[in-house]
């Protein structure tokens, strides 16, 4: 039995028994962990606003002889409050929950994965910034920190380098030319801000209006992550309809 401090950001809970709740935490040391939070349902309790889902808390967590941990405090670091007083942004962060949810695995540090869901957040959460491209790029980031980052110099399919780069298909590695061409047509404006996020630019992505080609490297980026996964983003497409 051991007892464990750690900050995390909370991906999803749900209910146990009449008073508890059950905690699905990306911690900064130990990966994504789970733990009770016991009589959290109940009027009153001293962690129920603390532990919903985005918050970013500081947390003591007791390990005993069962495989779930059960918090001893919680203290919030950042709740959030814009993203989920706005319907497009709190879809938006719902949704990299979801991802790293998949894509974390339990007792195991990822440091780069937490601290990127962690800037992401923050930044969904300034209201001056555009939301619409930071889940995207928050998912292109991620399959690059899952050793799938698109190909995007040269055909994804033949290697050509000097052609023009008309399509996207990830289960061929990135973008493709026309003669090898499979998957969503890829415009010269997407590509292009695929190219910007992924190269170190998405602070200046980020500083104005959507530009040209936003809408579609939302798609393209979520359709990516979702083959990656192989599943559908569910908190995405329920509220999209699709």
């Not at 440091?111 to 889940?135: G, H, K, S, W, Y």
């Not at 399509?167 to 061929?172: G, I, K, P, V, Y």
Request: net charge negative; aromatic share 4%.
């Amino acid at each position: 039995m051991s007892q464990l401090r750690d900050n995390g950001v909370v991906l999803r809970t749900y209910k146990l028994g009449e008073a508890d709740r059950i905690l699905v935490v990306m911690t900064e040391a130990h990966g994504k962990v789970r733990a009770v939070a016991k009589g959290v349902r109940k009027t009153g309790s001293k962690f129920g606003a603390r532990l919903e889902p985005m918050s970013h808390v500081a947390l003591m967590l007791w390990q005993g002889r069962s495989d779930l941990m059960t918090v001893n405090q919680a203290e919030v670091l950042e709740h959030h409050w814009h993203i989920r007083e706005d319907l497009d942004r709190l879809t938006s962060a719902m949704g990299m929950l979801e991802v790293v949810d998949q894509v974390a695995q339990e007792d195991h540090e990822d440091q780069a994965v937490f601290e990127t869901l962690v800037r992401a957040l923050r930044t969904m959460d300034n209201t001056e910034v555009d939301p619409t491209l930071i889940a995207p790029a928050f998912f292109l980031r991620v399959l690059e920190l899952e050793g799938a980052a698109p190909l995007l110099d040269a055909c994804a399919s033949c290697g050509e380098d000097d052609v023009e780069l008309v399509a996207f298909d990830l289960s061929e590695g990135g973008a493709l030319c026309r003669s090898c061409r499979r998957g969503r047509p890829l415009s010269p404006e997407a590509l292009s801000l695929v190219r910007r996020i992924l190269g170190g630019e998405l602070g200046g992505v980020l500083s104005g209006p959507p530009p040209p080609g936003a809408t579609e490297v939302a798609e393209l980026a979520t359709s990516a992550m979702e083959a990656h996964l192989d599943r559908r983003l569910r908190s995405v497409r329920s509220v999209a309809g699709l």
